[in-house]
Structure formats: structure tokens, C-alpha cells
């Protein structure tokens, strides 16, 4: 019966590796974005970056407009645009990247709403969307000829 003596450090040491254990889950819940990646929106696996770069689009919003039905907005309004030298003094930008979750395969974009002042990035919304609503834009972007667009 020599155990139960050491009965509290057991339970010590147990409650010890849960705490260890859920702290670890939520650093990687937290860091998750910053390694460009997301969490699926369909089984919350991370989802990763799939396209090596990330696509700008205009925004027929100025300032602090907002919208609702985000999906629907974004995919019927954004329009490509090369770089942020484009972008008109109060009007609003996004961009636009791929991920592919790594457990289901399911295909998403994360859009971030920004607008630009002085340079700086003021971030106004950030979105999870699905790929299949936005595929034809990033097809568009990728079709356009931006050293002609510049001249
Ligand atoms: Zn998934």
C-alpha cells in the first residue's frame, strides 16, 4: 500500500501534465496565424498557406464604411489591382490568401479588409471565406498583364 502515501505527488504530477497540456494547445491556437496558418473552417485542423503569394484587390468602401454578408460583398466588389500604390487615398483594400486545410483538403481564403493611411495598414476585418466563391477572382488576378496595368 506503499503508493497511496505518494497519492498527493500522483495527483501533483497529473494535474501538472494536464496544465502543461493546455497551455500548449493554446499557444497553438494563439501562434497559428503567425506561422500562416488557420484553423479549417469546416474541422478547425490547421489549414495552411497554399498559394505563395498573397493577391490585392480594391474595395469600393472609403473609410469606416461597413458592409454586411461579407462573402457576398467582397466577391462581388473586390477588384485586382497590382500593388499598394493603387490604392486611392481613403479607399479600402484587401488581401487575399489560399489555404488548404491539411486534415479534410477543404480549400479557404482569409481576407483582410485594410485601409491604408500614410503606408500604415489599419486593419477594419479579417474573414475566412470559401475558396470556391473567390476562385475567379484570384484566376482574374493572375491573368492580368500588371506591366501594361502600370503604364
Ligand atoms: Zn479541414
Not at 498527493?8 to 494536464?18: C, D, K, S, Y
Not at 488581401?95 to 488548404?100: M, S
Amino acid at each position: 500500500m506503499g503508493w497511496i502515501y505518494y497519492m498527493p505527488e500522483i495527483l501533483f504530477v497529473i494535474a501538472a501534465i494536464i496544465a502543461v497540456f493546455g497551455i500548449i494547445s493554446l499557444v497553438r491556437s494563439l501562434s497559428a496565424d503567425k506561422e500562416g496558418k488557420i484553423l479549417c473552417r469546416k474541422c478547425q485542423a490547421p489549414a495552411v498557406k497554399s498559394a505563395s503569394h498573397a493577391y490585392l484587390f480594391l474595395i469600393p468602401a472609403s473609410f469606416d464604411q461597413e458592409y454586411e454578408d461579407a462573402e457576398g460583398y467582397l466577391s462581388r466588389n473586390m477588384k485586382p489591382i497590382a500593388g499598394k500604390d493603387q490604392i486611392p487615398t481613403g479607399r479600402r483594400a484587401c488581401w487575399l490568401e489560399v489555404f488548404t486545410c491539411t486534415k479534410c483538403d477543404e480549400r479557404q481564403v482569409r481576407i483582410r479588409d485594410f485601409l491604408q493611411v500614410r503606408g500604415e495598414e489599419y486593419l477594419k476585418g479579417t474573414y475566412i471565406l470559401p475558396y470556391a466563391s473567390f476562385r475567379s477572382l484570384t484566376e482574374q488576378w493572375e491573368e492580368m498583364d500588371w506591366n501594361r496595368e502600370r503604364r
